[in-house]
């Protein structure tokens, strides 16, 4: 139990370490980025500084939720504030959003839950949903209990609990994504499932 304890504590530290550590550098960057003259330069820098900043604040509360020390702030909230939000952490400017992202309000869904880690879900969600689809879009549907991702990539070939494992080799990413989902949603007593219908998962 002493060496489990104190393997969890190492773990917290290194990734509170490492969170520290990126953020001198980004300050670094964001003060040289101010005195670049080409003004797209600059906001383009500016976007990928505000982008790791995000990501930094994401691994922050993960590593709270998965070490218990996270309290859950529960209260009511429109599926579509929270739809909204998780677009916003993915920072994508609104041409991108409605070129990529169709939103489909069936009916009004208001649900009990924590505002920030249910958006981080979706925001994980949406960004698996577009980076496996072929064209790259996709649509969600809310209803009054449930809210659908959709989109046209190919089914999956083994079930949702392979693809929740961490690190999995087979995504483009860390493969971190659906393994921080089914932590939010375990966290939130909710439920998740995937099903392949008419062509689109």
Sequence with gaps: LRKLESLINSRQL???????ELKT???KGKLLNEFLEDKA???????????LELLIEEFSKIEQMLSSSY??????????EMIDQALDLMIMDEYEIEKKVKVIEVELFILKTDFELFSLA?????????????????????????????NDGKQFTKNLEEYIQPFNPKGHGLGLGLY???????????????EYKDEEN
Excluded: C, W
């Design 14 to 20: 290194f990734l509170r370490a490492i969170m520290h």
């Design 71 to 80: 309290t859950l702030k529960l209260a009511s909230y429109n599926v579509q």
């Design 122 to 150: 979706l925001k994980n969600l949406i960004d698996n949903a577009l980076k496996y689809s072929p064209n790259h879009k996709v649509s969600i549907k809310i209803y009054k209990n449930r809210l659908e991702i959709l």
């Design 41 to 51: 330069q600059r906001g383009g820098y500016d976007t990928i500084f505000e982008r």
């Design 180 to 194: 921080i989902v089914q932590n939010i949603i375990i966290l939130l007593k909710l439920e998740i499932s995937y």
């Design 25 to 27: 550098p980004i300050g």
